[in-house]
């Protein structure tokens, strides 16, 4: 018997089917294990969510040390600027300073001491101080109304009273043995000669330019200073 000539070709579509059924029936399984394998590497593991928090505690712990230099550096300079701030002189702040020699007629002093009154242009003024190298603490007048009225008066060569603090201040004119000159003096009286505090820098005779915690009149080689601020 003759098998015609379709078999073989059929026989091949049967089995190319059986073939192509295997290969359909064993796919599904290869990509369930590739996608549970993409799961998983997608999965983070416990070391690597372990190490993310350690990150984020360093990362914290390093800003609150910044924050805690920050705190230090700022308490070193506050205090440091506050000094600064303090020690800095007021712009009102003015000083005469000179030194007198015994029996020598002062000059550049009392050039000095005209610069040193016609510059009191402050408003108002904290405090008023009379010293110099016979006592370096002198007298303070911390009343700034007392203060401010001293230093007017200076200023525009007026004639002033006030006592403060049981001593009496003058500011007036001196004409006396062959000289004159503004004064500003604690000993009560104008134009006189007690020992005390009194300054006539400009006084055009001898060394009678006034003394500090001394005679006034005729006193030792000695600074002299008045400060206003």
């Not at 405090?127 to 911390?142: A, R």
């Not at 403060?164 to 000669?193: D, V």
């Amino acid at each position: 018997m003759s098998k015609s000539p379709g078999s073989p070709i059929k026989t091949s579509d049967e089995k190319l089917g059986r073939f192509s059924f295997v290969r359909g029936y064993h796919t599904p399984p290869q990509q369930s294990r590739t996608t549970t394998q993409d799961q998983i590497k997608n999965v983070p593991s416990d070391s690597s969510a372990t190490k993310s928090k350690c990150s984020v505690s360093r990362c914290i712990g390093l800003e609150l040390l910044i924050l805690l230099l920050l705190l230090v550096l700022a308490a070193l300079i506050i205090p440091i600027v506050v000094i600064i701030l303090d020690t800095r002189s007021s712009p009102c702040s003015t000083t005469y300073s000179q030194t007198f020699t015994s029996g020598v007629t002062a000059t550049t002093q009392c050039t000095a001491w005209q610069v040193f009154t016609t510059g009191l242009t402050c408003s108002s003024y904290s405090l008023m101080q009379m010293y110099g190298s016979n006592d370096p603490v002198g007298i303070t007048v911390d009343s700034s109304s007392v203060a401010t009225a001293l230093a007017y008066a200076l200023r525009y060569n007026a004639t002033f009273g006030i006592s403060y603090n049981g001593i009496t201040w003058k500011i007036g004119s001196c004409t006396c043995c062959g000289g004159s000159s503004y004064e500003i003096t604690a000993t009560g009286i104008l134009c006189s000669n007690p020992s005390g505090y009194t300054m006539r820098p400009c006084y055009g005779s001898g060394s009678c330019w006034g003394g500090i915690n001394s005679a006034t009149c005729g006193a030792a080689t000695q600074t002299m200073s008045l400060h206003f601020e």
